[in-house]
């Protein structure tokens, strides 16, 4: 699967990040849109402490959530021909 970012750049979301970040967190299985709609129109954006030259973390708030109201963090690594989501989670913080 590809979104389009924000920024009209192409982002995978290739079936192994999915399943990996189902794995991880069983409730964002229920929030693919969600995830989408993030990493195209995100509240906030900041850049990975770890890794600040290419990942980028989007960030959107929804209320409702099966876990609450929360912000839904996406975390993308981007190189010169290449962006991917690497993975995302519903959390409290931005950082």
């Known amino acids: 699967m590809t979104i389009e970012d924000y920024d009209g750049l192409v982002v995978r979301l ?10 991880g967190h069983p409730e964002m299985e229920a929030m693919l849109q969600e995830l989408c709609d993030t990493v195209k129109e ?4 900041t850049e990975d402490k770890q ?3 290419s990942v980028k973390l989007y ?3 929804f209320a409702d959530t099966e876990v609450g109201d929360k912000w839904l963090r996406v975390a993308v690594k981007y190189s010169d021909d290449n962006a991917f989501v690497v993975t995302a989670f519903p959390t409290n913080i931005v950082r």
């Open 59 to 61: 960030y959107k708030w």
């Open 51 to 53: 890794d600040p030259n």
């Open 42 to 45: 995100p509240d906030r954006i």
């Open 14 to 23: 290739p079936e192994e990040r999915w399943q990996h970040i189902c794995a």
